[in-house]
């Protein structure tokens, strides 16, 4: 038979482990939310650099002007369509 102080604590028990389970379920989901607000916050307050388009002054530079890969691939295209 269970004694007097089990079922005493039996609910409090049940409580902890709603709250547990609760907070288990809803937790991670805060968690991602919050960390995408951070990325966001960052990104807007430094840019990020991107290749495709340098067309507004916001644009970070990917690379310098006299970058050697740059010019090996630039010079491979132009004689490929000199042929």
Known sequence: MLS???LARRPLLRAFSLVYAVLQLLLPGAVSMA???LEA???AAHPV???ESHST???ARVHPEDCALCRV???GATLAGAR
């Open 57 to 59: 002054p916001a644009c």
């Open 4 to 6: 007097l102080t089990m």
């Open 35 to 37: 960390d995408a607000r």
């Open 41 to 43: 916050a960052s990104i």
């Open 73 to 75: 691939i630039s010079g």
């Open 49 to 51: 650099a991107h290749v």
